[in-house]
């Protein structure tokens, strides 16, 4: 899907493969891409499409996790735009990008029927060379980009990037809207989920009632959708807190729990979230 224009000099391009957005804001420095999809290949589509869109060159990256479908095209946007160009990370995410891309290779070699398989095998990864551990401003010439690391959520890196002047905020994974997921937040093996509500407030602040939100997956949403999934988190937060503080064993969690999102994606936030409750919080198992 070519980049479409959700707001004043910004564009998303939303990729069937993992249903992605890659976004673009321009300003007279240039174009800031926010992730570069999860290959080099797939990045040379997104490259062809900035430059098919004629709004200028890319002059900066930022990655808004770790996450390779996020961030294995960095190396070939470099290739495309030049080797100064920036990438821009939290910290944390730039600390991750290459342990995280590896373990997702050693994944992809078991998987011997997936068509994209040596694409994903054969991607460099290189990770963010420009880092910030709360909040950076990029400067574009004519509008000012924030970055923000609004707390801990789908990982320990999240960054959500605001566009004051445009009212829009590219929110990362920290807003799922995806039908391919059914819209169910990306609970994986790295989140955080007894605070990703806490940090979904904090998006929820940067944002007005007339806000575009880019979610880093599926269409773009409005601050009542963020809001409706930051309260759904938020009910599968304190189930976690009900059922540890009640003794029920982590094992049984899943089928004791009343939960928001469909039981056979939350293994691992339940899992994650017993191991992530304060000491204080849990109680043996009922006999």
């Not at 990770?127 to 609004?150: I, Q």
Request: net charge negative; aromatic share 6%; charged share 25%.
């Amino acid at each position: 899907m070519a980049f479409v224009e959700v707001a004043d000099r910004v564009w998303v391009s939303r990729y069937e493969w993992f249903d992605v957005n890659c976004t673009l804001v321009g300003g007279d420095a240039g174009l800031l891409l926010v992730d570069t999809h999860a290959s080099a290949v797939a990045a040379r589509e997104v490259v062809d499409d900035i430059r098919r869109l004629g709004a200028g060159d890319v002059v900066a990256v930022v990655n808004t996790h770790e996450h390779f479908d996020h961030t294995f095209g960095n190396a070939e946007v470099r290739r495309a735009y030049g080797a100064g160009v920036p990438i821009h990370a939290h910290e944390t995410a730039a600390e991750r990008t290459i342990p995280a891309g590896e373990r997702i290779k050693d994944l992809y070699h078991a998987e011997t029927d997936d068509p994209r398989r040596d694409e994903v095998i054969a991607t460099e990864i290189l990770p963010a060379d420009h880092r910030f551990s709360s909040a950076s401003v990029l400067d574009l010439g004519d509008r000012m980009v924030e970055l923000v690391h609004p707390g801990r959520g789908h990982t320990g890196g999240d960054l959500v990037v605001r566009v004051p002047d445009a009212d829009v905020l590219l929110a990362g994974d920290l807003v799922e809207e995806s039908a391919a997921r059914a819209g169910v937040p990306g609970f994986g093996a790295d989140c955080y989920p007894l605070e990703w509500p806490l940090t979904l407030d904090i998006v929820l602040g940067l944002t007005t009632a007339a806000s575009v939100v880019v979610p880093g997956h599926g269409a773009p949403v409005d601050r009542d959708f963020v809001e409706q999934q930051r309260n759904e988190i938020g009910v599968l937060a304190e189930t976690i807190r009900d059922l540890a503080g009640r003794g029920v064993p982590v094992e049984e969690a899943l089928d004791a729990g009343q939960w928001p999102f469909p039981r056979q994606e939350l293994a691992d936030a339940v899992r994650r979230g017993y191991e992530q409750l304060p000491r204080s919080q849990r109680r043996l198992p009922l006999i």
